[in-house]
């Protein structure tokens, strides 16, 4: 009697009803992501096959991401490389200028002052809180300000100058200073500010070693820049030079020392940062080719992916369809199960 009781019959419809919900879940699953909501049930052995593909899947798209964040920083190095040298430029030009005595000492001192502080500016620039300049010391400014006060870059210049000549750039004796001497002291004295431990202890808080990122599975390349290149070193010091002594009362002869050394050092630290350029361009190329690669890939493991867990959407759909229809005919059924009563048929 029990097997034809209306309880029994409810019963047995609130169970099927619990499956029924169980697999609408499940094929609302494989409907929504085109994919077997069980892969190990779906795949048994096949399923390392499968775990396999997703983590070299992942492991692509994770340097995908990666190289990102180095093609902004790269491309963010571009476009400040491209400013200190046209910075350059400019004081060439001024150079230029002050060399065929077309133009004053202060304009030309005031044109060395605006390189120092666009140097500064540029080399100082961060990108997603990472300085570009800063070799792998990317939380520290790379690049200490000549023109700040208490300045030990300009301490250890005047200092220098001091220490060769016995008195300052603004005595009265400055102007009996030859070229010969000028020219002296900038070799001997200057330059070893700017290379070495002078320019590190006093300019740069960078390193030489440079930020070397994976690009690939296989395949690693320095993705940064330093302040502590030889261009940028000759460009501070023509600058420096340029900024420190034209206006003080060092003899013309000396000044036009400064100007014609000046000269060859901005020439020569455009050829270093059209170098670095080149060379950061080169690595741009390669992470965009590493990217293409990696992204055909990414297209191939998918497509694995998709053989072995990939469902039919329109039978996904239907099955959908089906189990909602029979789940809410259930429902109502139950719904009449449960006003059946002994009471309801006598009366």
Not at 321 to 337: K, V
Request: net charge negative.
């Amino acid at each position: 009697m029990t097997s034809v009781s209306s309880a029994a019959i409810s019963n047995a419809m609130r169970s099927q009803q619990m499956r029924m919900q169980a697999e609408l879940v499940k094929a609302t699953k494989e409907s929504s992501t085109g994919r077997v909501a069980d892969v190990g049930l779906a795949l048994g052995g096949r399923t390392t096959q499968a775990v396999t593909f997703q983590r070299d899947l992942d492991r692509l798209n994770v340097i995908i991401d990666s190289n990102g964040l180095v093609g902004a920083r790269l491309s963010s190095t571009q476009t400040s490389l491209g400013q200190l040298s046209g910075a350059a430029q400019t004081l060439l030009s001024s150079l230029t200028t002050a060399s065929s005595s077309d133009s004053s000492n202060s304009l030309t001192r005031d044109s060395g002052k605006a390189t120092i502080q666009q140097l500064t500016s540029i080399l100082n620039t961060s990108v997603n809180g990472e300085y570009l300049f800063a070799g792998t010391n990317t939380d520290v400014k790379p690049i200490n300000d000549f023109m700040a006060a208490g300045s030990p870059a300009k301490a250890a210049f005047d200092a220098a100058f001091v220490a060769n000549f016995g008195f300052t750039q603004d005595d009265p004796a400055a102007a009996n200073i030859t070229a010969a001497q000028m020219d002296d002291f900038i070799t001997n004295d200057v330059a070893p500010q700017f290379t070495g431990a002078g320019w590190q202890g006093n300019w740069s808080n960078a390193t030489d070693q440079q930020i070397v990122s994976r690009i690939a599975l296989n395949e690693t390349t320095p993705t940064s820049t330093s302040a502590n290149s030889d261009g940028i070193q000759k460009l501070a010091m023509a600058a420096a030079m340029v900024a420190s002594l034209m206006s003080s009362n060092i003899s013309q002869a000396a000044k036009n020392t400064v100007v014609s050394r000046s000269t060859l050092l901005v020439g020569e630290a455009l050829s270093g940062i059209a170098q670095i350029q080149s060379e950061t361009g080169i690595v741009q190329k390669r992470v965009s080719d590493a990217n293409d690669r990696m992204k055909t890939q990414v297209d191939l493991f998918e497509r694995h992916i998709l053989d072995l867990e990939g469902v039919d959407p329109a039978e996904a759909a239907t099955r959908v369809a089906d189990l909602t229809q029979h789940i809410e005919t259930s429902f109502a059924l139950t719904a009449r199960l449960q006003q059946l009563s002994l009471l309801n048929y006598l009366t």
